[in-house]
T-cell receptor
Framework: GQSLEQPSEVTAVEGAIVQINCTYQTSGFYGLSWYQQHDGGAPTFLSY????GLEETGRFSSFLSRSDSYGYLLLQELQMKDSASYFC???????????FGQGTELSVKP | DVKVTQSSRYLVKRTGEKVFLECVQD?????MFWYRQDPGLGLRLIYF???????EKGDIPEGYSVSREKKERFSLILESASTNQTSMYLCATHLERGGRRGYTFGSGTRLTVV
């Protein structure tokens, strides 16, 4: 079946840069998304990559390499409020159906 | 912005009860989804719907059914609740925004089956 792999947790300090990696199975792959979820909250959409390369949105950037079946989320100038879980998710077969990774818990320390 | 409303934030039900989880969106989106979220397992797709009266099974449909009688409403039904269905349930609608494709999620229903 389809699956995505990402680290279960990452720790970084305030002001630093952190990269959260995601690898995926290629069968029917259509694009990679990233979501942020704070404790007790709903996931919120951060970014989407359909093509190879880097997409930048403020302090957050997302990258995709189809040839490597790999993407990452880059968070710069980390703030305490960035402590949350981050999920990569992929669309398959243009159906709008998203498959999620298990999530990476990011802890930002002072 | 699209708003996705789930009828209950917290719910406690007894084993064997029939449970209805309601989700309503305020935009004209065809695609709606039900996920459950459990620690260490991420979000897993239960059922989805691309149009009224249309439904498709996701990855873990066993023990669940769905109903979509109107475009804005997508209901998840637990036919006979069991303790292993204790979970956070998330409804989502498919949003395309400026060419970027994202879901909008409801705030979730935390269901406890006792």
């Amino acid at each position: 079946g389809q699956s995505l792999e990402q680290p279960s947790e990452v720790t970084a300090v305030e002001g630093a840069i952190v990269q959260i990696n995601c690898t995926y199975q290629t069968s029917g792959f259509y694009g990679l998304s990233w979501y942020q979820q704070h404790d007790g909250g709903a996931p919120t959409f951060l970014s989407y990559n359909a093509l190879d390369g880097l997409e930048e949105t403020g302090r957050f950037s997302s990258f995709l390499s189809r040839s490597d079946s790999y993407g990452y989320l880059l968070l710069q100038e980390l703030q305490m409020k960035d402590s949350a879980s981050y999920f990569c998710a992929s669309f398959y077969n243009q159906g709008g159906k998203l498959i999620f990774g298990q999530g990476t818990e990011l802890s930002v320390k002072p | 912005d699209v708003k996705v409303t789930q009828s209950s934030r917290y719910l406690v039900k007894r084993t064997g009860e029939k449970v209805f989880l309601e989700c309503v969106q305020d935009m004209d989106h065809e695609n709606m989804f039900w996920y459950r979220q459990d620690p260490g397992l991420g979000l897993r797709l239960i059922y989805f719907s691309y149009d009224v009266k249309m439904k498709e099974k996701g990855d873990i449909p066993e023990g669940y059914s769905v109903s979509r009688e109107k475009k804005e409403r997508f209901s998840l039904i637990l036919e006979s609740a069991s303790t292993n269905q204790t979970s956070m349930y998330l409804c989502a609608t498919h949003l395309e925004r400026g060419g970027r494709r994202g879901y909008t999620f409801g705030s979730g229903t935390r269901l406890t089956v006792v």
